[in-house]
């Protein structure tokens, strides 16, 4: 993992906001947030808490935003932004749910609501100014979108059990 020497980090657990040039980790009795923020440059940051949380946060541009909040158990969230004015919010709550999401491009934004148990998304914003979110409610939900800019605008919405979406926008 490379060193945020370029990059602020922002650490918010249990509503203490802590702010950091390199990687800060803080163990909290039932959430965790990270929020890493690449307005000088490339950046990682990952983060592992008590409750097997996992959240790894990439950043290559400026100006990039994620914003990470984990309540429950096991939760995975991994993002990857490269361009200019990317950003990405995630709450995940409940157990084991999984995001991956992967921006390229500038000015594109996601948000993500995972609620239950065993939610996967797997996002991939390409080009600029695509916007999408996703609501998963239940469990074993699944959902993998391809976003390209000429279809720049998604709503996803899972609400029950097993449920499973494939969206390819050109």
Do not use: W
């Amino acid at each position: 993992m490379r060193s945020l020497s370029n990059a602020a980090v922002r650490c918010r657990a249990a509503g203490l906001l802590l702010a950091a040039v390199a990687c800060c980790f803080m163990s909290v009795a039932n959430a965790a947030d990270i929020s890493p923020k690449s307005d000088f440059g490339a950046g990682e940051f990952s983060l592992g808490g008590d409750h097997g949380h996992q959240a790894r946060v990439t950043q290559a541009g400026d100006v990039n935003e994620a914003f990470i909040r984990q309540q429950g158990n096991r939760h995975t969230g991994d993002i990857s932004q490269s361009g200019h004015g990317n950003g990405v919010e995630v709450s995940q709550q409940g157990r084991d749910n999984r995001l991956f999401s992967r921006q390229v491009g500038d000015g594109n934004g996601l948000a993500v609501m995972q609620a239950g148990r065993n939610n996967r998304a797997d996002v991939t914003q390409a080009g600029n100014g695509n916007v999408a979110a996703v609501e998963q409610a239940g469990n074993s939900n699944v959902v993998n979108i391809q976003q390209n800019p000429l279809s720049p605008h998604l709503l996803v919405q899972q609400h029950g059990n097993g449920l499973a979406a494939k969206v390819i926008q050109y």
